[in-house]
């Protein structure tokens, strides 16, 4: 998948990956490609866990439920 995005960044202007060598780092960090499938699955469930009962999460809620509509 990196090859893809590291070849499509070739003489790409858009902004965000204007960092070149850095974005696809910053990507490859971000997909946590060096977890097992296992660390992953508790990775994932700890961010949810986290965002459950985050302050911004649930402003950010309310925020789309005024203004679109989304529940």
Sequence with gaps: MFNEVSLCCVGLQL????SGA??????????HLNLTE???HLL???MVDSSMNSLTTKLYDGFQYYSNGIL
């Design 15 to 18: 902004a965000c990956f204007g």
């Design 22 to 31: 850095s974005t696809i780092k910053s990507l490859k960090e971000r997909f």
């Design 38 to 40: 296992e660390q992953l």
């Design 44 to 46: 994932v469930d700890s």
